[in-house]
């Protein structure tokens, strides 16, 4: 059915008047203006925190609680060689840099750090820039003929912790 001018209608409850409370019998919640009789709720300037349980211990302060956040946690971004590969073969691009790697969108934050890691093979030779690499990645790339250059950006642990 084809939407026109003689068939347009208001999206659901568009058309309701607010709840108007204190505003006598006539209005459907007169008297106690909603807030029923006696108690916390019912008094003027009651406001309750959130999780409140009406003093029973709340489900917050109940459950155990586990482990810690490291705040000196270096987080990185994870590249595969594959992924790298497959780039390569797409575009001839042979010196990974930072900046190629962001306008290939394997890194959304210019300031990331990445982590290379040797998922699938490596035919070509090419020239990768990281602040970390795997092991085996790190093999990868040398046996095919490339290079890993590590970048220094990336803070070691001891830094961190200071």
């Known amino acids: 059915m084809a939407l026109n001018l003689s ?4 999206p659901k409850k568009a058309n309701e008047n607010k709840k108007r409370v204190g505003r006598g019998m006539g209005s459907g919640m007169g008297k106690t ?5 006696k108690g916390q709720g019912s008094r003027s ?3 309750l925190m ?15 609680k586990r482990g810690f956040t490291n705040i000196f946690r270096v987080e ?3 590249l595969g060689l594959d ?3 497959e780039i390569h073969a797409a575009t001839g691009v042979s010196d990974f840099t930072l900046e190629t790697i962001i306008a290939h969108n394997l890194l959304r934050r210019k300031n990331g750090l990445i982590k290379v890691l040797k998922n699938g093979e490596l035919n070509a030779a090419i020239t990768l820039h990281a602040h970390k690499f795997s092991k085996s990645a790190k093999e990868a790339i040398e ?8 970048l ?11």
């Open 76 to 78: 990185y971004t994870v």
């Open 50 to 64: 959130r999780g409140f349980e009406g003093g029973q211990m709340p489900l917050h302060r109940r459950l155990p």
């Open 83 to 85: 992924r790298v590969a």
């Open 33 to 37: 203006s909603t807030r029923g009789h």
């Open 45 to 47: 300037g009651s406001s």
């Open 7 to 10: 068939n347009l209608r208001a």
């Open 143 to 150: 046996k095919a003929g490339g290079q890993a250059i590590v």
């Open 152 to 162: 220094g950006s990336a803070p070691s642990a001891d830094q961190a912790s200071v």
